[in-house]
């Protein structure tokens, strides 16, 4: 209760009835520890009280450690955060396409989850969240949602991004990131390109190699393209934009890839790529080296050389990052940048 040797006049009942109030509602877990506390002035209005009184009041609080004070941040329900006891795959829907990058990632991470006797469950809508309480966030393509929390406005949630860049702000700092490295992949793409012997034969051919990405707004496929351009400087006019990831935005575009006679092609990812040598198959083209990235599953059912994604390190990495969250880990949120390496195969390459 309020101590009342620091009150410069005797308690009144009222103020008695705020602080069992106050207690009440922390004591029958009305907020949960790590949940941010109503300031002194939300407390000093919401029960006409002064702002001293309340002050004091909720000194009490934190001095019996029932509270916590943060420094610049506020007040919060004192305890430990339950660490997460699973985790749900929140994943869009594009992994339900067979043979995709998004069904291999998932395939993979459930059998590593599997291995490591780690409980898991699918969704494909973030909405599901809420409903699955205590279990670790891990999204592939999908957004994380205001459920995940730096501790600033409740309790510090944690959840992993999968193949995506770190989140900017305060957010981030609980939303651990594995991501591959788009710039070298792009560079990889050039020297592979350039080690062709067409390329080694006439050097002239180099200014006419063209990129198909996906949409001028996606950081992966604008730094795809800036690696690719650090080593092979062709004109950005020789750069289109399929507007998605999709073989069928691919298809679209090649009549203008065509329309410009490539003598070589960089494909910021396998989809796009397979849309091309779908088309040119269909129409009876000869197709000009060509390079694609991920090396999802088509890329080896086309025979595509392709700049890969290192999937089992991805996935050996998530399992990781989840063990150590799963285990209490409450440190700055991790973000690893993987290198991509280089699969040749003898196909349109």
Known sequence: MIMMARMARPVSEKVRRVDR??????????????????????????????????????????????????????TFVAGAVPAPTGVLLLFHPRAKRPQSFGARLKALLEAALEKAAIPYATSWSVSQLKRRP????????????GDVRSGLTGPKTFALLLNDRRIPGIGGSCIDTISTDDYSGGVCAAEVLLAHKDFRERAGLLKRAMVLAAHDGDARSRDRIAGFRSLLPIDLRRVVHAGSWNREDGWNAAPLLFSQRPTALFCCNDRLAEGVIGFARAKNLDLPPIVGFDNAPVAEELNLTTI????????????????????????????????PTVVIRTGPY
């Open 21 to 74: 109030l106050l207690r009440d509602h922390i004591e029958a877990g009305g907020l949960g520890p790590g949940e941010r506390f109503p300031s002194t002035r939300a407390i000093a209005r919401r029960h006409d009280i002064c702002y001293q009184t309340a002050h004091r009041i909720v000194t009490a609080l934190v001095a019996e450690g029932l509270l916590e004070a943060r420094r610049g941040a506020g």
């Open 308 to 339: 890969a994604i290192p999937w089992q390190e991805v996935v050996d990495t998530a399992v990781e990052i989840i063990k150590t969250r799963m285990a209490g880990c409450t440190k700055g949120a991790r973000r690893q940048i993987l290198a």
């Open 134 to 145: 205590g279990l670790l966030p891990v999204y592939w393509e999908s957004q994380p949602t």
